[in-house]
């Protein structure tokens, strides 16, 4: 509950802060919001064992801010204009995901008293994380946003600073006796809050509705510089790589000044 207050006092602060117009810069200034479901890669399960993803996706909703840099209006724009202005923004975006997080896969499905322990564990990650992406458009983003296309595909990528808090339980009893724990796990848990960096590459399409209006979406990969997000950090041959999220995401963008 303490993070989701601090996500809506920065939202509220980024809504205000980015809503003042400078146009006389020659910068259209555009407002996202996206939401959708995104797959939590951690040690809960097998990685990369599909019902483990698919099982252990939660939610994240997010922010954006945008750089419009194709905002002149004068006749001699199309010569005059860049390569980065015709087919760069760049996007502030402010995110929040969660998830609850269970373990799956042919360990834990075994009538073992490890597949047991691993059954009673139970865990939840919460993550606000915000930052600065890059986004490429193939097609001129003037003439999109003046319809000359009704899609605009684009690529992006960005870094992220990241806040994090993990929490866990068992249905056995407390998780600081040893005989409640999955053998791997014990001596690599940690709940208590964190910060890291994360890595974002993503792949978009944005939709013309209107003058002011276009709808988007996008499923982008984001590498952390942790493997702390789930509160759990093994030491053992299969944990080769940190924590990561995988998140398809719809959203709506409106132009605050636009000519």
């Known amino acids: 509950m303490h993070n989701c207050k601090i996500f809506i006092a920065l939202l509220i602060f980024t809504l205000f802060f980015q809503g003042k117009s400078y146009a006389q810069f020659g910068i259209a200034h555009e407002i996202g919001v996206k939401a959708g479901p995104a797959s939590f890669f951690t040690d809960y399960g097998e990685r990369w064992n599909v019902r483990n993803n698919l099982n252990n996706a939660g939610y994240g909703i997010g922010i954006s801010h945008y750089m419009n840099f194709a905002y002149k209006t004068d006749c001699h724009y199309s010569q005059a204009a860049s390569f980065f202005t015709n087919h760069f923004r760049i996007r502030n975006e402010l995110d929040y995901f969660y998830s609850k997080l269970e373990h799956y896969g042919p360990v834990a499905s075994k009538p073992t008293l490890g597949g047991q322990l691993l059954r009673a564990m139970h865990g939840e990650s919460e993550i606000i994380e915000g930052g ?21 595909p684009y ?15 068992s249905d056995l009893g407390s998780l600081q006796n040893p005989k409640n724990v999955f053998p791997t796990f014990i001596g690599g848990m940690d709940f208590d809050r964190g910060s890291t960096y994360s890595i974002i590459g993503g792949l978009g399409l944005r939709y013309r509705l209107g003058f002011r209006h276009d709808l988007l979406i996008e499923a982008r990969g ?13 030491d053992a041959p299969q944990n080769k790589f940190n924590d990561y999220i995988f998140w398809v995401n719809v959203g709506y963008v409106y132009y605050i000044n636009f000519q």
């Open 132 to 152: 600065i992406h890059l986004e490429y458009h193939p097609f001129r983003i003037r003439d999109f946003t003046h319809s000359g296309y009704m899609f605009s």
């Open 155 to 169: 690529i992006s990528l960005g870094g992220h600073f990241v806040s994090y808090k993990a929490d866990a339980y």
């Open 222 to 234: 984001q590498y952390y510089g942790s493997d702390w997000l789930d509160g759990l950090n093994i």
